[in-house]
């Protein structure tokens, strides 16, 4: 398969600021045609993968309130093998992952995040490993716009360098969609290093450290956006077996199944961490 390399500028934003852009890593027609893919689940009565309800959902029962109700859905990535083979199982998206984590590694997570002109609900700020809890620090993730996201309808926002200050603990508030990093921590990190807005183009992928602190605010413009998003990981970073989702190899052994539907991962497969070794005790160590 091809190979990928980061540019100067892609490496450095990585290294400094936690994350890179992909300019066409996907063509813009394989981003619309897996747009209608998305659109078409939302319409259903009732998705086939796990969908969290959007806050502001309008709760009408017409096909555009229907496409609103959900701020998230999950799982979908290994079911429909046009987004399989054009985005998580291509050879774009593997060739970058590789670079990162080798020549075996699989999907760890899978999600696609909506955003509805207008009613679209923010996804307050968080860091990925501080909601995984897991304690891995090391997989890739990505995340791909299949409309234009924008400042005005509720592009990422990053804080830049947050990756290197660890993990903060994370709060569910009264009013949280899910946990969240503490408010007064953020005002003080924003305060300190700032905020970048990443804008993309149908297409454009974003990756970043899964210990960078991130956000996306509502939409209140007239224009929705969908975006697609996963996880890399390897047997060697993936601790728990307990995880509650299979995961499907991406890449074995430096080669790209084209079989559909991937192969999961069999979880024998995946070793938990050997114990520390016992100290060796003698006088000089007992002080």
């Given amino acids: 398969m091809n190979s990928w390399e980061p540019s100067p500028e892609q490496w450095a934003g990585w290294e400094t600021k936690g994350y ?25 009565p009732e998705p086939e993968v796990k969908a969290d309800d959007d806050p502001m959902d309008p709760m009408g029962d017409t096909p555009g309130a229907r496409a609103a109700r959900f701020r998230k859905l999950s799982g979908f990535g290994p079911r429909h093998p046009l ?30 995040f909506v955003k509805p002109a207008r009613t679209g609900s923010a996804t307050p700020w968080h ?12 997989p890739f993730n990505f995340w791909m716009a299949l409309d234009p996201a924008t400042t005005q309808n509720g592009c990422l926002q990053f804080i830049p360098g947050s990756h290197k200050l660890g993990i903060f603990p994370h709060l569910l508030y009264d009013d949280s969609i899910h946990s969240e990093l503490p408010r007064e921590e953020v005002r003080q990190l924003i305060a300190d290093r700032g905020v970048e807005h990443c804008e993309l183009d149908s297409g454009d992928v974003v990756c970043w450290h ?14 929705g956006r969908i975006a697609i998003a996963g996880v890399y990981s390897t047997p060697q970073i993936t601790r728990r077996r307990n995880y509650p989702r299979p995961f499907y190899w991406v890449l074995r052994n430096g080669e790209l199944p084209n079989a559909f539907p991937p192969e999961q991962v069999d979880i024998s497969e995946i070793s938990e961490p050997e114990p520390f070794p016992a100290a060796e005790v003698t006088p000089a160590s007992l002080g």
């Fill in 20 to 44: 890179f852009v992909i300019r066409n890593a996907i063509p813009r027609d394989s981003a619309i045609e897996m747009r209608g893919v998305i659109k078409d689940l939302l319409l259903q």
């Fill in 83 to 112: 987004i399989w083979h054009h985005f998580y199982g291509s050879q774009a998206m593997t060739s970058v992952a590789r670079y990162f984590l080798g020549d075996s590694f699989f999907l760890k997570f899978n999600s696609c």
């Fill in 127 to 138: 860091q990925d490993n501080g909601l995984w809890r897991d304690g891995e620090t090391e």
């Fill in 210 to 223: 899964s210990s960078i602190c991130h956000y996306s605010p509502p939409n209140p413009s007239p224009r």
